[in-house]
């Protein structure tokens, strides 16, 4: 069974201090690689404790309706369906 990937571009609003990222970002699975996607956990981890307003949030990382309500609070999110993650993705940080 394959696994579907989306690479993420994320350039922050021009309210938010936050760094501009290139995550890989498989759904089905729930992981999402890259480069300092510490900073994406945290934005998710607090979604989760604090809420969205008229949003009920049950398994953002599996869910591309969810995640997206999250990074659109901080971020433009530039989504582009890949085959492969590159190997250097693969080497970087995991969230689950």
Request: charged share 15%.
């Amino acid at each position: 069974m394959s696994s579907t990937w989306i690479k993420m571009e994320l350039v922050p609003l021009p309210r938010a201090d936050y760094p501009e990222l290139l995550a890989y970002w498989n759904p089905d699975s729930g992981q999402l690689l890259g480069d300092q996607v510490e900073v994406l956990h945290g934005l998710v981890y607090q979604a989760m404790i604090e809420g969205i307003s008229g949003a009920e949030l049950t398994d953002p990382y599996r869910k591309p309706s969810e995640l997206a309500m999250i990074l659109s609070q901080y971020y433009i999110v530039i989504p582009e369906p890949v085959v492969d993650v590159p190997h250097f993705a693969c080497s970087s940080h995991l969230v689950q």
